[in-house]
């Protein structure tokens, strides 16, 4: 079965500061893995995702991530926050191995960016 | 369409009645999911239809949820004697149809159970 973690309910980070929002996954084959970020009583926008090749990947709004088989991790990162990057982010994971197998979403991480 | 639709947005009803629940996702889209939010926590999956077959139903939490495709464009949540535990945002996304493709969301139906 996969699985989705997001160890921290809530990050803040000042206006400026570079951000992380940490995602670890478990798959029983090799992952797609996604972010989406959701902004209050909107749906999810898809941020980023991992596929194959490079292992960072870069995405929209400044965002990257980078994949790291290892340590079974996908944090989200941007290198300057902004307030306007308050929102919840979700961390997603499916298993490329065996396609029927859905999408798991992770609990989410509430980003607070204080200016 | 431009996006994924999803009507209605909000939905309050007694406990014991049927909803409805309606999903036209991008024009094309193979790939249709259905998920459920509560309140501080990440979407948790129901189903999954590739075309008009519902390729994953697993996340269905019981008998009282149903979800149809009949044409493999439109899809519509069915969820029968609500109770008040099912209260909680339903979400629905859409796919080219591919297994590393990216889900694009709809807004989401509120639905309330009094």
């Known amino acids: 079965a996969q699985s989705v973690a997001q160890p921290e309910d809530q990050v803040n980070v000042a206006e400026g500061n570079p951000l992380t929002v940490k995602c670890t996954y478990s798959?029983?084959?090799?992952?797609?893995l996604f972010w989406y970020v959701q902004y209050p009583n909107r749906g999810l926008q898809f941020l980023l995702k991992?596929?194959?090749?490079?292992?960072l990947v870069k995405g929209s709004y400044g965002f990257e991530a980078e994949f790291n088989k290892s340590q079974t991790s996908f944090h989200l990162k941007k290198p300057s926050a902004l307030v306007s990057d308050s929102a919840l982010y979700f961390c997603?994971?499916?298993?490329?191995?065996?396609?029927?197998?859905?999408?798991?979403f992770g609990p989410g991480t509430r980003l607070s960016v204080l200016p | 369409g431009a996006g994924v639709s999803q009507t209605p947005s909000n939905k309050v009803t007694e406990k014991g009645k049927y909803v409805e629940l309606r999903c036209d996702p991008i024009?094309?889209?193979?790939?249709l999911y259905w998920y459920r939010q509560s309140l501080g926590q990440g979407p948790e999956f129901l189903i999954y239809?590739?075309?008009?077959?519902?390729?994953?139903d697993s996340g269905l939490p019981n008998d009282r949820f149903f979800a149809v495709r009949p044409e493999g464009s439109v899809s519509t949540l069915k969820i029968q004697r609500t109770e008040r535990g099912d209260s909680a945002v339903y979400l629905c996304?859409?796919?080219?149809?591919?297994?590393?493709?990216?889900?694009?969301f709809g807004p989401g139906t509120r639905l309330l159970v009094l």
């Open positions: 996304a859409s796919s080219p149809g591919l297994a590393g493709e990216t889900q694009y």
């Open positions: 798959v029983s084959g090799n992952p797609y």
């Open positions: 991992y596929i194959t090749g490079d292992n």
């Open positions: 997603a994971v499916r298993d490329r191995d065996n396609y029927g197998q859905n999408f798991v």
């Open positions: 024009s094309g889209h193979t790939a």
């Open positions: 239809f590739q075309g008009t077959g519902a390729a994953d």
